[in-house]
């Protein structure tokens, strides 16, 4: 770790600069997984977490049943794989949900697709390879014929007793159909965390008002409001707070025993005019404060009373990319998510990199799919302020700390569509 002198207007302090690994483990190893549980419908189960594993009580499916509409047939051992037309009568019409008799050897049953097979039957010949003969009484097939053709057997998908969803696992609409395919009706899952939320700077106006001189509007409000929706939140919003010290306290006071996390952008720098830093310290601790990344440098992490908090920068890219970088994994982890980090991806950076940095740099870039490995093209604005270029990138490539590259070199690649899920 690198140790930078601050002047916070008392004596000076070192202030240790962690790497962005260290900040990620400092943030995970603090995340305590949530143990409050509910049990929820099926309809209203989407993105929720599962706080048990979900076990299957039958098969699926139940029997063996056809896998298209054709003919259930009792093949005789001396048809089977031998070459020739073979005829058999039909005597029987199974159509699904309906069970059918006992099939001779030698007979056929019109069956369609999700029929039981009928006792005594051991293959299925789809219909468009049969010949219907003698006014329709009988099949002949022209083809070697083998065993359990296009039989989907009993258990072929689910056995009873399996794990079907584990514990841990953000339910997607697929986990939920499977739920519903082995006749689960509800699901137990862990409760919501709570996030409290502020904003802090005078500067900042709520869009739609008249801007005057100095002011901008608060886009890092809608931002976060909106990452955290997509993480499935409940969210106490306080909106702007004056920034002032007491404002500021007063805010983290009121949230400290409401929710599992706050969460700020703005006022975690050393300036005269930021009071994120002072205000936490007033009413807990911080255990992180600075990272040694661009953008973001500053990125507060500690607590308020018993609840975690996170101070975000207040620049918006650097805020949107904290979040999902640190934020984010920290969040999922509280959920009891069992699958909390991020994912990354190798693709071939289509830019030199001519100047050694000490801090590690998360670059905005767009992908090039035409090649393998994909080829990442860097935005040419990569100032912290520069908002349109998280529109306009597919995600982040990592490169690390004095490092330097020409095109072509394999990087770590972090997509923005997936992070923001």
Same mark, same amino acid.
């Given at each position: ?98 069970? %059918?008799? =006992? *099939?001779? #050897? &030698? ?7 999700? @029929? ?5 039957? +051991? ?84 869009? %739609?008002? =008249? *801007?005057? #001189? &100095? ?7 809608? @931002? ?5 929706? +997509? ?191």
């Amino acid at each position: 770790m690198d140790n930078q002198s601050v002047d916070c207007g008392c004596d000076q302090i070192i202030q240790p600069l962690l790497s962005t690994n260290e900040a990620l483990e400092t943030l995970t190893k603090a995340a305590i997984s949530t143990n409050k549980v509910e049990v929820v419908k099926l309809d209203d189960a989407l993105n929720r977490i599962l706080a048990c594993d979900v076990r299957s009580s039958i098969n699926v499916p139940g029997f063996d049943n056809s896998a298209m509409d054709g003919y259930a047939i009792n093949l005789k051992e001396d048809q089977i794989n031998t070459p020739g037309g073979f005829a058999f009568e039909i005597t029987d019409r199974i159509p699904a949900g309906s069970t %059918g008799n =006992e *099939l001779s #050897p &030698g007979c056929a049953a019109r069956i369609f697709t999700g @029929a039981p097979i009928p006792k005594g039957a +051991n293959t299925v010949i789809m219909q468009e390879e049969c010949e219907l003969i003698e006014n329709d009484t009988k099949i002949e097939i022209y083809r070697p014929i083998s065993l359990n053709e296009n039989i989907r057997p009993m258990g072929n998908d689910i056995v009873s007793g399996d794990i079907i969803l584990d514990k841990g696992h953000r339910l997607k609409p697929q986990d939920i159909a499977l739920a519903a395919s082995v006749g689960v009706k509800t699901l137990e899952v862990f409760q919501r965390i709570k996030v409290g939320v502020f904003f802090t700077g005078d500067e900042l106006v709520k869009p %739609g008002c =008249e *801007l005057k #001189p &100095g002011q901008i509007y608060n886009s890092n409000r809608y @931002a976060l409001v909106a990452m955290l929706n +997509n993480l499935n939140c409940d969210i106490i919003n306080l909106n702007t707070i004056k920034d002032t010290l007491k404002d500021t306290t007063d805010a983290l006071a009121s949230l400290k025993d409401s929710c599992d996390l706050i969460m700020t952008t703005g006022g975690v720098s050393v300036g005269e005019e930021d009071h994120v830093k002072p205000a936490v310290e007033s009413l807990g601790e911080l255990n992180l404060w600075r990272i040694k990344m661009k953008p973001g440098k500053p990125l507060a992490f500690g607590k308020v009373g018993n609840t975690a908090f996170i101070g975000l920068p207040g620049n918006p890219v650097s805020a949107m990319v904290t979040f999902l970088l640190f934020a984010r994994p920290f969040i999922k982890k509280l959920q009891g998510c069992t699958h909390y980090l991020n994912t990354s991806y190798k693709v071939a950076a289509n830019f030199d990199w001519h100047r050694s940095k000490p801090r590690r740099e998360f670059v905005r870039v767009q992908l090039d799919q035409s090649s393998i490995p994909a080829k990442a093209n860097q935005y040419p604005k990569q100032g912290s302020e520069v908002l349109s270029s998280m529109v306009w990138a597919d995600g982040l490539v990592e490169i690390e700390e004095k490092t330097t590259f020409k095109q072509g070199e394999i990087i770590n690649f972090y997509p923005l569509n997936e992070m923001m899920s």
